[in-house]
């Protein structure tokens, strides 16, 4: 099992950036997947998460309108499109699968760095 992020980069405020999670060894359509960020010096947070078969989505309020999570299940790969980015929204982004709780996934990626460019 591998998920691997990418599109992480530096970012001035009101911008925007798209994250991909790549997945590999395991029927990726039909798992729940999320997007949980690590802020410097502080812990998790759960900001996004899309169900497999069903597509239903849910946001954390700190990321709802800006935000938004999509999958492709042909490619295997799943998306964090980013818009309007706020210097709080600066953390180590991961991708996460598995389970039906962010805190229950067994799969996780290396994280991707987005950082406030200002």
């Known amino acids: 099992v591998q998920l691997v992020e990418s599109g992480g980069g530096s970012v001035q405020p009101g911008g925007s950036l798209r994250l991909s999670c790549a997945a590999s060894g395991f029927t990726f359509s039909s798992y729940y997947m999320s997007w949980v960020r690590q802020a410097p010096g502080k812990g998790l947070e759960w900001i996004l998460d899309?169900?497999?078969?069903?597509?239903?989505?849910n946001y954390a309020d700190s990321v709802k309108g800006r935000f938004t999570i999509s999958r492709d299940n042909a490619k295997n790969t799943l998306y964090l499109q980013m818009n309007d980015l706020e210097p709080k929204d600066t953390a180590l982004y991961y991708c996460?699968?598995?389970?039906?709780?962010?805190?229950?996934?067994?799969?996780w990626g290396q994280g991707t760095q987005i950082t406030d460019s200002a």
């Open positions: 996460a699968g598995d389970g039906t709780d962010w805190d229950e996934c067994n799969y």
């Open positions: 899309i169900a497999g078969d069903s597509g239903r989505t």
